[in-house]
Every structure is written in C-alpha cells, then in structure tokens.
C-alpha cells in the first residue's frame, strides 16, 4: 500500500455568510472481500438533482455508490497489483451481502464473469495520483494511465487493471447523467 492518506476538507458558509472549515478529516478506507486488493475512499458527493450552495446544512451524499442524474460522487480508489492479489474467497452470498451492504450499487453495474467490465450512467473526470493501471474499452484497445493522466469516461463500458508491480490510487469524480442512446 502507499502512504497517501485521502483527507477531506470541506469550506461551507455559516449561516451568518462566512466561509468556515465545515470538515477536515483522513477518511478511512471501505474494503470488501469481493474485490481483494482493493480500497475506497468515499470523500463527497451530492444528491441527485443537481447541487445547491448556500447557508443551508450540507452533508455529503456518497451512496449509493453512483450518483443519479444529476448527483455527484468524489472518491479514491486503491488497486493492488493483480500480480498479487488473489479472487475473491469466502461464501458467494456472504461476499455479495457484504458488497451490497458496504457499497450499494456498485455489484449491479458490472457484467458476469468476473471481468471487470462495466457500464455506468455517469460523466466520468478520473485522475491518477500513484501507480499505473490500464484502460481497457469495448473494442480491446488498452490505455496505459500513470500518474497525472486525466481520463474522461463518458458512459463508456470499460475496466480497470492494474498490470504494474505498484499499488495505483485514482481520484474518480462522477456525475449522474442521463443516457442519450
């Protein structure tokens, strides 16, 4: 593992209109035996919709694990190396109970067979902080993604793999959005 630790600093307006620190905390890491190896960092997110700013109570909204449109979802996501890390181990039911319960809405978004493809509604910005994973789309083409590399996700069906020797950590901001065709 690496030692970034995601911290959360979050500035609001008091309900006298002064600009305050509402939160400032590390916020620690969600793992689930149904992806070993892997961490996520729930940071904020909005309710779906759109957001408002303002004087008003602001808590962060970050399930279900994708926002609808017009919500939005700020995470880190942790990868081990697949070099390194095995399947998933335990009881099928038990390893989806958990993921559900954890993590709502992110099982139902992949396919079957263990692949790691998936599709979601969302406009996706993704920017790698550590490490290198590789982008992998429909047609199998595979984009090699180190750190600095911004990635723009527009519905698109896709997988991540980590194919390096490091762990590689993302920052994924998502925003629900409506689906054209």
């Not at 961490?39 to 808590?59: I, K, N, S």
Request: proline share 7%; with cysteine.
């Amino acid at each position: 593992m690496t030692n970034l630790q995601p911290r959360l600093v979050v500035a609001a307006r008091t309900t006298e209109g002064v600009s305050a620190v509402l939160t400032d905390e590390t916020v620690p890491p969600i793992t689930v035996g149904a992806y070993p190896g892997s961490e996520f960092f729930l940071l904020w997110g909005t309710e779906d919709g759109g957001a408002t700013v303002g004087t008003g109570p602001r808590q962060p909204r970050t399930l279900p694990f994708f926002a609808g449109s017009g919500g939005t979802r700020l995470l880190f996501a942790r990868y081990e190396p697949e070099s390194t890390t095995s399947g998933p181990v335990g009881d099928p039911v038990e390893l989806v109970a958990e993921l559900d319960e954890k993590l709502p809405g992110l099982r139902e978004v992949f396919e079957p067979g263990d692949t790691g493809m998936h599709t979601t509604d969302t406009l996706d910005y993704a920017v790698c902080l550590e490490g290198e994973l590789h982008l992998e789309l429909d047609d199998g083409h595979e984009v090699l993604v180190t750190p600095g590399t911004c990635v723009v996700q527009l519905g698109t069906r896709h997988a991540w793999h980590n194919r390096g020797d490091r762990t590689a950590l993302m920052c994924f901001v998502g925003i629900g959005a409506v689906r054209d065709s």
